[in-house]
């Protein structure tokens, strides 16, 4: 098998209020290559969002699903190359990216950070893209 799908789930049942219907996945490793659905502050486990109003209580939770899902496909914090930030508004840079800069100290992934109007909740402040590639032998 060429994909590894982890945390698949539908739509319908994340996003009920919208009347959606898309089978997706939080992660996918592709050879040594892991892709991770965009995180925000929600808890994967209870599907509750955590941190309503607070930036950066949203980036830790972001950051935590992040290190499970990338341990989950057999990857690790280390192994980030790129990084994508979205930010509801700019007041919001500084407490994700120092909260982010704890999480990755010492990783050096490239990085985008975008303004954007909204995410798919509006409680949502961030969501965080990630990249990630296990080396050979790992």
């Not at 739509?11 to 959606?20: I, R, S």
């Not at 290559?33 to 955590?50: C, H, I, K, M």
């Not at 409680?123 to 032998?137: F, K, L, S």
């Amino acid at each position: 098998m060429t994909h590894q799908r982890f945390r698949k789930f539908n739509t319908a049942d994340t996003y009920p209020e919208q009347n959606l219907d898309n089978d997706l996945c939080q992660a996918v490793r592709a050879g040594n290559t892991v892709y991770l659905r965009g995180q925000v502050g929600q808890d994967l486990a209870t599907r509750e969002s955590v941190g309503t109003g607070d930036a950066r209580a949203q980036t830790e939770q972001a950051m935590k699903n992040v290190k499970m899902l990338l341990e989950e496909a057999g990857s690790e914090l280390d192994h980030i190359c790129k990084i994508t930030v979205y930010l509801t508004d700019r007041a919001y840079r500084d407490d994700v990216y120092r909260e982010i800069g704890k999480w990755l100290k010492g990783v050096f992934p490239v990085s985008t950070g975008l303004i954007i109007d909204g995410l798919a909740r509006p409680e949502w402040v961030m969501e965080i893209d990630v990249i990630a590639v296990i080396p050979d032998g790992s």
